[in-house]
């Protein structure tokens, strides 16, 4: 599936959606899923299968170049712009396909690694309402510094997940803990579990978490 959502300033929206998991015609929930810098849809979508239940659609948007953004997530946002604003919209769109399949947004989870942890949080955060939930694993929010009062909204008791390591070479502990405060204040339900010495990546308590909100969408 191709994203319909294009223009100059718009670097991921002619990127492969790619499908897995439950078809999407047949599916009572889906997962957006973001991948990492250097990684691709496809291998998100493989990670996605871990936690997979039947009735599960995963949607996963392809970043152009593998990389959503050029800089590391704590750079100012201009530096990271036009990629994160058009994953941002790469999100919208994937949502938008399955809302046109008949999901509503609070069936649909909204997941991502690195990179694809950050836009996934941010995501969730700029343009709160109820969703099926919000998965960060080794992510946070986007910015050089990061301002709770400026997120506004409800997401009316949306469950969430951040995990990552103490020790995690590109995601400072920080950020996941500021994140979560910002969701929170949000009006979201978060899980916060950080694992010590773990490096950078996803472990077993964190797919089986998932797996366990997944469950609590398909049943």
Known sequence: ?????????????????VAAGTDLADASAAAILLHGRGATARS????????????????A???????????PFTAPVERNEPGRSSGL????????????????TEQVIVLGF???ACLATEFVARNPTRYGGVVG??????GET?????????LDGTPGFLGCSDVDPHIPEERVHTTATVLENLNGD??????????HGVNRDELEYVGGMVESLVE
Do not use: K
């Not at 979508?45 to 995963?58: I, N």
């Not at 948007?61 to 800089?71: D, H, K």
């Not at 694993?137 to 986007?142: N, T």
């Open 61 to 71: 948007p392809q970043a152009a170049g593998n990389t959503w953004y050029p800089n």
């Open 137 to 142: 694993f080794s992510g946070g929010l986007i």
């Open 44 to 59: 998100i979508a493989q990670t996605g299968l871990e936690f997979h239940r039947e009735g599960l659609a995963l949607l």
């Open 89 to 104: 919209d790469a999100i919208q769109a994937a949502i938008d396909r399955a809302n046109e399949a008949g999901i509503d």
């Open 146 to 154: 990061i301002d709770t009062d400026e997120y506004e909204g409800d």
């Open 190 to 199: 978060i899980e916060t579990r950080i694992y010590e010495g773990m490096g």
């Open 114 to 116: 690195s990179q694809g």
């Open 1 to 17: 599936m191709r994203n319909p959502h294009r223009n100059q300033d718009d670097p991921h929206g002619d990127q492969q959606l």
